[in-house]
């Protein structure tokens, strides 16, 4: 297990330091009462338009879009910061990443919390490199960027990883940086110190990667440590929570072990499908969700299936949704704030849950018409999750709205006309 520091409630140090205040009465210190500030708040959603430069910014405590930030070119993906300040706002064509701050954030003073809410601002800061895939997200302490390089531009230009931190991006800089010596479609999954990333072997069947390798930061860099036994090979989709990492792989998944702050064990568990997503939730220590794809297109039905991982039992299981049947496929999926509802939105506009009770899944649930027409092409609908309240938010392409979900029953509450074909969306706030 990776080393944890001592936890304590911010509540009792808190309480704590007014006692120390209490029992010092007469000696000098520092008297003024320190209290938590805390902001009702739910945060802003970062909306990209469809093949448009602007994000839209809304605000969800006053319903309305606040603010359109321009971007250089139209984003291809959204993200949020590993401590919910800013939104990232990919650019893979352009070779680009650029930041948005959205302007709620919360700072530890040591013996109390503070809650900030400004203005949304665009960050005079540009990650530039050859074409960003790739975001893997270490909650509240750090994630990487991925650049998937490319081979057969002139001249070639070699995959890197940038690491960011919400301090980092607000000083306008990486936190560490680690360029590889050739080009992959990969991933770089951020725990503590350590950075698994892929490599490829020279037999491998496609272009994708198939092997895990271990990196150690040292300052801004990273140094090589080995290349993991397991192989991997169609490696895409990955996730960390608690002491794991999974993998996504052709045969199964690769589970990765973080028994020490520097050291970690790694062990292939089978599924019948290919692996190509891996879902997961920091408050869903060990437990994973495997997303393939069972049929093609020359030979329906296609049908989207799912596979519960126990990453400490090492062992997969099929997962299936209420009323899922052959030829349903997924088109959006987001696990809620509390990281025991996983939803999945299918191919007919329809909301299935699944719940996490008792060490087990069971079915939620299901919903119809959250998107009425389901659009026949990209952009499909996407989903986020609200960190600070009970919702989830689905675009609604064909609509051109903004659909707001009780994501405890899946019921829609809302349904706020955008004036735009939504794409990308992201959610930016202060986690409750």
Not at 177 to 191: C, I, K, N, R, T
Not at 196 to 220: C, F, K, M, N, W
Not at 246 to 257: E, H, L
Request: aromatic share 6%.
């Amino acid at each position: 297990m990776t080393p944890m520091p001592m936890m304590f409630s911010r509540r009792s140090v808190v309480a704590l330091a007014a006692a120390a205040m209490v029992s010092a009465c007469g000696g000098g210190g520092d008297e003024h009462a320190h209290t938590d500030t805390v902001i009702d708040t739910a945060g802003r959603l970062a909306i990209a338009e469809n093949a448009a430069t602007g994000v839209r910014v809304f605000d969800l405590d006053s319903k309305a879009v606040a603010v359109t930030i321009a971007m250089d070119s139209a984003p291809s993906a959204l993200y949020t910061s590993p401590n919910g300040r800013y939104a990232l706002a990919y650019q893979g064509a352009a070779g680009k990443v650029q930041f948005i701050d959205g302007g709620i954030w919360q700072e530890d003073h040591g013996d109390h919390l503070h809650d900030y809410k400004q203005a949304t601002t665009k960050v005079d800061w540009t990650l530039a490199g050859t074409a960003p895939s790739h975001f893997d997200v270490q909650t509240g302490v750090q994630a990487t960027v991925y650049f998937d390089g490319s081979a057969t531009a002139t001249p070639p230009q070699t995959a890197k990883v940038s690491l960011l931190t919400d301090d980092s991006i607000g000083g306008k800089k990486t936190a560490a940086s680690l360029d590889l010596s050739y080009a992959v479609h990969g991933f770089a999954e951020p725990v503590g110190n350590k950075l698994l990333t892929v490599s490829r072997a020279s037999d491998a069947p496609d272009t994708l990667p198939t092997h895990l390798e271990l990196y150690q930061r040292s300052g801004t860099g990273y140094t090589y440590d080995r290349r993991l036994g397991t192989r991997c090979d169609g490696m895409h989709g990955s996730f960390s929570s608690g002491s794991h990492t999974v993998v996504g792989c052709r045969d199964g998944v690769v589970v990765v072990t973080h028994t020490s702050a520097t050291a970690v064990t790694d062990q292939k568990v089978v599924t019948p499908l290919r692996v190509s997503t891996v879902v997961g939730h920091p408050k869903l220590s060990g437990q994973f969700i495997g997303v393939g794809t069972e049929g093609t297109t020359a030979a329906p039905p296609v049908t989207t299936r799912f596979f519960a991982i126990d990453a400490a039992a090492g062992t997969s299981a099929a997962l299936t949704l209420p009323g899922w049947e052959a030829g349903f496929v997924r088109r959006a999926h987001a696990f809620d704030r509390s990281g025991s509802r996983f939803a999945v939105l299918d191919h007919q506009g329809a909301l299935r849950m699944v719940i996490r009770q008792a060490n087990a899944w069971a079915a939620g649930p299901v919903v119809a018409g959250v998107v009425p027409t389901m659009p026949t092409a990209a952009p499909w609908p996407a989903i986020v999750a609200n960190g600070a309240k009970d919702e989830l938010y689905v675009t609604d392409p064909v609509a051109k709205q903004l659909v707001t979900v009780n994501s405890q029953t899946g019921a829609v509450v809302s349904r706020t006309a955008l004036g735009f074909t939504p794409s990308a969306i992201t959610w930016t706030g202060i986690t409750r």
